[in-house]
């Protein structure tokens, strides 16, 4: 019950396009879902999160949907940028923990 | 503002050695977290400091893996004696509080055991 499941593991997308992750969860606890961006090298980045009470968030060519009846969360990348070529985490919270999906790796073909 | 520091960058041990990692929150962060990252995997947390207390240290195989933080602030990870499944990034994080919104995380400590 405390996992994330995301997919793809990896995801090629041409500049301009859209990138689309997905994950899936079973703790209907969770209260938080946080993405995080994650560059070679460095460490993972908060990129946008969502609460459970929501249905989609926007902050710029970033937006989280999120179906709660399904247990599904999507990052949605607009406009696509080589800059956004990275691995990205879906997670959740429970219990005060932080549980990340397992990453994709994003490469935007210039 | 400071992020959080840790060192060393990278280490390179033969199994059955010992390893420690250092990291330094942002200051004023209460939350202190070492995660696991293995390569092509997400982080996994190893333990969870609020304060100088333990919250969570139950993913942490204590028979090889400790961890202290002194003070409330700095916090020391060690390891012995290494394995070779210890090959990792050691995520170092911290947050203003307990159920804090963001994690910040260092750069990590990489950790190749040979």
């Known amino acids: 019950q405390q996992q994330v499941k995301q997919s793809p593991q990896s995801l090629i997308v041409q500049k301009g396009g859209i990138s689309i992750i997905n994950c899936a969860y079973e703790?209907?606890?969770?209260?938080?879902f946080p993405w995080y961006q994650q560059f070679p090298g460095k460490g993972p980045a908060l990129l946008i999160a969502i609460r459970p009470d929501v249905s989609e968030k926007k902050e710029g060519r970033f937006t989280i949907s999120f179906n709660k009846s399904a247990k599904q969360f999507s990052l949605h990348i607009m406009d696509s940028q080589p800059g956004d070529s990275a691995t990205y985490f879906c997670?959740?919270?429970?219990?005060?923990?932080?549980?990340f999906g397992k990453g994709t790796r994003l490469h935007i073909l210039p | 503002e400071a992020g959080v520091a840790q060192s060393p960058r990278y280490k390179i041990i033969e199994k059955r050695q010992s390893v420690a990692f250092w990291c330094n929150p942002i200051?004023?962060?209460?939350?202190l977290y070492w995660y696991q990252q293995i390569l092509g995997q997400g982080p996994k947390l190893l333990i969870q400091?609020?304060?100088?207390?333990?919250?969570?240290d139950s993913q942490l195989p204590k028979d090889r893996f400790s961890a202290e933080r002194l003070k409330g602030v700095d916090s020391t990870l060690k390891i012995q004696p290494a394995k070779l499944e210890d090959s990792a990034v050691y995520l170092c994080a911290s947050s203003l509080v307990r159920r804090g919104n963001t994690i910040y995380f260092g750069e990590g400590s990489w950790l190749t055991v040979v």
């Open positions: 997670a959740a919270r429970g219990d005060d923990k932080i549980i």
């Open positions: 200051s004023g962060h209460a939350t």
């Open positions: 400091f609020q304060n100088n207390g333990v919250v969570d």
């Open positions: 703790n209907t606890a969770f209260d938080y």
